[in-house]
């Protein structure tokens, strides 16, 4: 067999390096969006500040992480309940990526509006990183205070509608770099019958949706 081509692998390996710092007590589960969502958001700013991806390959991988949340057939449901189905269903494994992901994108472009481009979600997480290293506490409550910290009681108002399942929309100029959310029409993914069927070495196909 033949290796994979290394460009097809930059990102991957960008965000698995990127697990090594961020994190909170307890991530698995409901918190999972934390580690999954600044991996996927640190594996691609970091590398487009470190010039290893054009201005269009960002985009296009920021469009194509957008693409994924909107049209999971799960993305309403709330944290508690994608994580209590997480091992019996790979659409619910998906959810601590995209929501994470999508909901940084949207904590990073407030502050920056907030601050007049002085500070940035970087200053969140390096602080939480921060009271990791002398020992002190970095879990959610932690993350809490210093969100609203910087965005005032619309700080924890939109974490808790990111964990609840409430829609997600980038603000303008997200990222800082001039970008304008567009609307457009997605079909939204459905395989058409219970997806933990794919899962175990037997894959039989049960649950067929009628019309599929």
Same mark, same amino acid.
């Given at each position: 067999?033949?290796?994979? /081509?290394? %460009? ?11 697990? +090594?710092?961020?994190? @909170? ?18 594996? @691609? *700013? ?6 290893? =991806? ?5 985009? #296009? ?9 909107? *049209? ?19 659409? #619910? ?28 979600? %970087?200053? =969140? ?16 409550? %932690?993350?809490?205070? @210093? ?22 929309? /980038? /603000?303008? +100029? ?6 304008? /959310? ?6 939204? @993914? ?23």
């Amino acid at each position: 067999e033949t290796c994979p /081509p290394v %460009d097809s692998l930059q990102l991957l390996l960008a965000h698995e390096m990127a697990h +090594n710092w961020p994190g @909170l007590e307890d991530g698995e589960g409901e918190l999972a969006w934390y580690g999954e969502g600044t991996a996927e958001f640190y594996s @691609l *700013t970091l590398s487009y500040r470190a010039g290893l =991806l054009s201005r269009e390959k960002f985009l #296009a991988e920021i469009n194509r992480r957008a693409s994924a949340y909107y *049209t999971n057939p799960l993305r309403p449901l709330p944290l508690g309940e994608a994580a209590r189905i997480y091992w019996i269903n790979t659409l #619910a494994q998906h959810l601590p990526y995209e929501r994470g992901f999508m909901y940084l994108v949207q904590v990073d472009a407030q502050i920056r509006e907030k601050s007049g481009g002085e500070r940035n979600l %970087d200053n =969140l997480v390096l602080e939480m990183l921060a009271r990791k290293k002398r020992g002190e506490g970095y879990g959610i409550s %932690d993350w809490l205070r @210093l969100v609203t910290r910087e965005l005032g009681p619309c700080g924890e108002r939109d974490y808790q509608r990111m964990i609840s399942g409430e829609l997600l929309v /980038p /603000p303008g +100029n997200s990222f800082g770099l001039g970008l304008q /959310p567009e609307k457009i029409l997605e079909r939204r @993914l459905e395989m058409g019958f219970d997806i933990a069927s794919l899962q175990g070495e037997k894959k039989v196909i049960k649950g067929v949706l009628a019309d599929t």
